[in-house]
């Protein structure tokens, strides 16, 4: 059975079709800067990769160029082989404690979550109404960043402000990532053979740490958006709230300046002033640059004071894993966390941690605790979702 991905960012899409239940990936192809004038897209396909600079007005236009390219490839002969379409939905909220048929009811409460995810929720949105007005006849299916999350309890959801604001206006933890969290889980799960108790690092140009029991998420470091949590490429993480007004008042900055800003000039960006990847923060280590070196000391940090929070919520985790961008391939940034786990017992093997992007054991043999390695794929795992839902 054939299961297409749709990822769809804001000047973004990302398509995957896998053959399902073999997991066998037959196509995957990136349409990038959307609606900008340097649009292109590139295909992935036994093994080759082709790139096209091509103006990609809209949505719209790239989703077509796609369907058409699939038939072009001799992918597919037929748009019915493709029996169900997984959409990325960045924000749930609590109704959706997991993966959904689309229908008009998800539609719209998909859209009424607008306001609480802007560009991801409109986006996603896009893509749901792309392919079903070109392929009317095929199930949609929502796959949710917020549902993994679903399970935390209040005294972890609810933030310490007015109770009126979570009752009326339903600000909460709702955490992100979890479509990748759960990948980790249950790879890990798998890996080892049991149920465990898993701290999940998902470190990339966005970043967050869940801590799991035997499936269950317990908490999770992204908030009410994902701005929150750890510092991150560009963003902030969590900071304290009265910087805010503080320089809106100096600066003269307005609220959406402002809130620009901490997303997209903070985290590795705004304390090196170079760059928002961790790659050039390395070499800029290298050189001898201090505050690249200060803002990588702060997202260990800032890794390290969750990891350490949710030891003790989970009573002693029996893993901690480590995915993508930054978690599949920075050695020094996994080295450096472990590290400063030390006192827990937790202790890096030198060698081992000398790889990228493979599952890989990475803790040495007297450690507590195992950490691992291990590549998230949440694109596989929308298409799990959508497989189970649709067969
Ligand atoms: P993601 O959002 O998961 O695609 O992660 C993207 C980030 O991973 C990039 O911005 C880089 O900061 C980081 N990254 C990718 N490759 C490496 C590498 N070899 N060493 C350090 N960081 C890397």
Not at 66 to 92: A, C, M, P, T, W
Request: proline share 3%; with cysteine.
């Amino acid at each position: 059975m054939k299961i297409l991905c749709i990822n769809a960012g804001s000047s973004t899409i990302k398509f995957q079709l896998f053959e399902m239940p073999k997991e066998e990936v037959l196509v995957s192809a990136n349409f990038e800067k959307i609606g900008e004038s340097n649009s292109f897209y590139s295909f992935k396909i036994n093994g080759e990769k082709i790139k096209k600079e091509i103006e990609l007005e809209n949505h719209k236009v790239a989703t077509s160029i796609f369907l058409n390219e699939l038939i072009n490839l001799k992918v597919i002969s037929n748009y019915d082989e493709i029996e169900g379409i997984g959409h990325r939905v960045v924000q749930g909220r609590s109704k959706y404690s997991g993966s959904v048929i689309i229908n008009e009811d998800v539609i719209k409460d998909v859209e009424s979550y607008i306001p609480l995810a802007p560009l991801q929720n409109s986006a996603n949105l896009m893509g749901i109404s792309e392919s079903i007005k070109l392929l009317p006849n095929i199930k949609n299916v929502a796959v949710f960043d917020t549902s993994f999350h679903q399970t935390m309890d209040a005294n972890q959801y609810v933030y310490p402000i007015p109770y009126e604001w979570f009752e009326k206006y339903n600000v909460r933890r709702y955490g992100f990532h979890g479509t990748s969290h759960k990948y980790l889980y249950n790879s890990i799960k798998e890996l080892i053979g049991k149920d465990l108790k898993v701290i999940t690092c998902h470190l990339g140009s966005g970043s967050s740490i869940t801590a799991i029991d035997k499936g269950k998420v317990i908490a999770t470091s992204m908030g009410f958006t994902p701005l929150g949590g750890i510092a991150m490429g560009t963003r902030c993480g969590d900071i304290d709230p009265s910087i805010l007004s503080y320089i809106m008042k100096n600066t003269g900055k307005s609220i959406e300046e402002v809130t620009n800003d901490l997303n997209k000039k903070s985290g590795f960006l705004g304390i090196s002033g170079i760059s928002g990847d961790s790659r050039e923060i390395e070499d800029g280590i290298a050189l001898g640059n201090d505050r690249c070196r200060l803002a990588q000391d702060i997202f260990v940090n800032r890794v390290v004071s969750f990891v350490s929070y949710y030891y003790v919520l989970l009573d002693k985790p029996d893993v901690i894993v480590f995915s993508a961008g930054i978690g599949e391939n920075s050695s020094m940034v996994r080295e450096e966390i472990i590290n400063k786990l030390n006192c827990l017992n937790i202790y890096i093997d030198k060698e081992q941690n000398n790889v990228r992007s493979k599952i890989q054991k990475i803790s040495s043999e007297n450690s507590d605790i195992l950490c691992y390695i291990i590549p998230t794929n949440e694109e596989l795992m929308i298409a799990r979702e959508t497989y189970e839902l649709i067969s």
